[in-house]
């Protein structure tokens, strides 16, 4: 999955670059269905093809990439057993991760522009105008922040009027003017170049939830790997109809997780007789449950915990509270009163 993560990045750049040199319709980066052509594309599958109908423009962009990729003797992605449901999950991360880059990162690349444009950037410049280039493009960004924060800068409300592709655009003009810099100054302090969407030449941490959906995966995994391999719950089926009606068990069945579900004061029964218990049964007496979900990016992972719901409401737990817990007792009487002056 990290692999995939990591190509399917990098074939929406690919493709991304394309479609603005040749000024043709961005995709939409705030939908599911580009990611999920991405993906598809990636890890190779039977219905991988249909991209060619699906999306003619990306396949070409991924034919493009498909031989890059061959020249540098990466290993293409075999089809995994239960994909479909962690590339679900990936496609989440990744429609999430490319409005927080274009976010984070656009007054950083607005900034680096007006330098550029503006600014003292430039080895053959003397000290004296680095320091005015650089005072004007401070005054510019101080002055018009105002009107480029309410225009320009891709707050969440922004994103949902203009659209994505609206600061994909920018981004890449101002990408454009700092890769003319950096081939006119290969060296320039302070100008480094930047990619639209997030990439890396290594695998990033992708974090996968674990739960009732996407479990049969791994276990059918297991199951096609292992000839000896034993399914222990003999009345769940291995599927994930199965084992979303029946997550209690089999989320239980595969994950040790008793030592981390916590009693309440007023439960009567001991730790180990506790932990024996049925699902049902450590409902009336825990403090903390498992939620059934379980989060992982390979290395380490995190365990979902829930607070069963009691019958008190707030109302009885203020009606207990006694009236002699007052911060301030009745009939208290200050002896002085201090007061700050409002000029001060």
């Keep these: ?52 109908r699906k999306n003619p423009e990306l396949w070409e962009s991924y034919s493009v990439y498909k031989g890059k990729r061959a020249l540098t003797g990466l290993e293409e992605v075999r089809n995994l057993v239960g994909y479909s449901q962690l590339k679900a999950e990936l496609r989440e991360q990744m429609i999430v991760k490319a409005e927080v880059m274009i976010r984070q990162h656009f007054a950083k690349h607005l900034r680096l522009y007006v330098q550029i444009a503006f600014g003292g950037l430039g080895s053959n410049l003397d000290k004296k105008v680095i320091k005015e280039k650089a005072l004007l493009a401070r005054k510019i960004m101080r002055v018009l922040h105002a009107e480029w924060s309410e ?46 969407f997030p990439v890396s030449t290594t695998y990033t941490a992708s974090h996968i939830k674990i739960n009732g959906t996407t479990l049969p995966g791994f276990y059918l995994r297991i199951k096609k790997r292992e000839k000896a391999f034993y399914w222990q719950i003999a009345e769940v089926e291995v599927s994930t109809e199965s084992f979303q009606q029946n997550h209690w068990v089999v989320m239980c069945n595969a994950f040790d997780i008793s030592r981390f579900e916590t009693r309440s004061s007023q439960c009567p029964l001991p730790k180990s007789e506790f932990a024996s218990l049925p699902v049902e049964g450590k409902y009336e007496h825990a403090s903390h449950l498992f939620a059934n979900q379980v989060t992982t990016d390979g290395y380490s992972a995190s365990i979902l915990l829930f607070r ?27 002896d002085i009163v201090v007061g700050l002056d409002s000029g001060m």
């Design 1 to 52: 999955m990290q692999q995939i993560q990591m190509e399917a990045w990098y074939l929406v750049n690919l493709h991304t670059l394309q479609c603005l040199e040749d000024d043709s319709p961005l995709p939409d980066y705030t939908g599911k269905a580009f990611y999920d052509h991405c993906c598809s594309c990636i890890a190779t599958t039977a219905k991988t093809n249909l991209n060619t």
């Design 151 to 196: 225009q320009w800068i891709p707050w969440p409300n922004r994103i949902g009027e203009n659209g994505l592709t609206f600061y994909v655009r920018l981004v890449w003009e101002f990408q454009s003017v700092v890769e003319k810099r950096m081939k006119a100054e290969p060296n320039e302090k302070g100008v480094r170049a930047f990619s639209l």
């Design 308 to 334: 069963p719901k009691t019958e008190k409401n707030g109302k009885d737990r203020a009606e207990k509270r006694p009236s002699e817990h007052l911060v301030i007792p009745a009939g208290y009487v200050p």
